[in-house]
C-alpha cells in the first residue's frame, strides 16, 4: 500500500473504534435504564428501552457491514487484522447486551402488573458490577489495557455468586407460597439476564487480550495452585 492508501485505512480504522465506542455508550445507557426501570417500576422507561432496541440492531449491521469491506478491500495482516476480527465480535457482544436489557424490561412489565414481591438488595449490587464490568471491558478496548481487561475477567465470579444467592432466596419464597411463583420466576430470569451480560463482558475482554497479544484465554481454565 502507498502512503496515500495507508493513510486512509488508519482513518478507516479509527473510524471503526469510534463506531464501536459509540455502540458500545448505546448499550450501557440500555442497561442502565432498564435497571432503572426495574427499580422504580418505570414501565414507560422499560417501553422505551424496547423500542430504541431497533438502532442498536441497525448500528450491528452497519459495524458488521464496514468489517467486511475492511476486510475485503484492504487485506489487513498482523495486528491489524487481529482488531478488525475482534471488532466484529465485539459488535455481536454489544448487540447481545443490548438484547438482554431488552429481556430485561420485558420481565419488567410483566412485573409491574402485580405489587412488588420484596425490596431488591442484591438484584441491583448485581447489576452495578455487570454494568461496571461492560463499562470497564469498553475501556480495556480502548486502552488495550491487558491488566483491566483481566480484571473483568475475574469480577465474573462475584456475579456467579450473587446469581447462586438471588436464586436461592427467591425459591425459598416460592416455596413458603406458591402464589409468589410468577414474580419470583420472573426475577430469577432478570438475575440470569444481568449474569449473561457479564459473560459478554467477559468476552470482549477476552477478545482484548486477543488483539493486543494474539493470544486466545477462550476456555482456558486456571493453572491450579501447587
Known amino acids: 500500500m502507498d502512503g496515500h492508501i495507508y493513510k486512509a485505512f ?13 455502540e458500545g455508550s448505546l448499550v450501557e445507557k440500555a442497561i442502565d435504564e432498564a435497571v432503572r426501570a426495574l427499580l422504580e417500576r418505570d414501565s414507560e422507561l422499560a417501553r422505551q428501552v424496547i423500542s430504541n432496541d431497533d438502532v442498536l ?12 469491506k475492511l476486510l ?11 482488531f478488525i476480527t475482534t471488532a466484529i465480535k465485539i459488535n455481536y457482544d454489544l448487540e447481545r447486551i443490548g438484547d438482554l436489557a431488552v429481556n430485561i424490561c420485558e420481565r419488567v412489565l410483566e412485573l409491574n402488573q402485580e405489587p412488588q414481591l420484596k425490596p431488591y438488595i442484591d438484584l441491583p449490587k448485581m447489576a452495578k458490577i455487570a454494568q461496571t464490568m461492560v463499562k470497564e471491558s469498553l475501556d480495556a478496548f480502548v486502552k488495550e489495557d491487558v491488566d483491566l481487561a483481566l480484571k473483568v475477567a475475574k469480577d465474573d465470579e462475584l456475579v456467579d455468586q450473587l446469581l447462586d444467592q438471588i436464586f436461592r432466596e427467591l425459591l425459598t419464597y416460592m416455596m413458603e407460597d406458591p402464589r409468589t411463583i410468577a414474580r419470583a420466576t420472573r426475577l430469577i430470569f432478570i438475575s440470569k439476564y444481568l ?6 463482558a467477559v468476552n470482549i475482554a477476552e477478545l482484548v487480550i486477543f488483539m493486543v497479544k494474539g493470544k486466545i484465554i ?7 495452585e501447587a
Do not use: T
Open 57 to 68: 440492531n441497525a448500528k450491528e449491521v452497519e459495524l458488521d457491514e464496514f468489517c467486511l
Open 195 to 200: 449474569e449473561r451480560i457479564a459473560d459478554h
Open 72 to 82: 475485503a478491500l484492504r487485506q489487513p495482516a498482523a495486528k491489524d487484522l487481529r
Open 10 to 22: 488508519d482513518q478507516e480504522l479509527k473510524e471503526l473504534k469510534e463506531s464501536l465506542l459509540y
Open 218 to 224: 477462550r476456555h482456558m481454565k486456571p493453572v491450579p
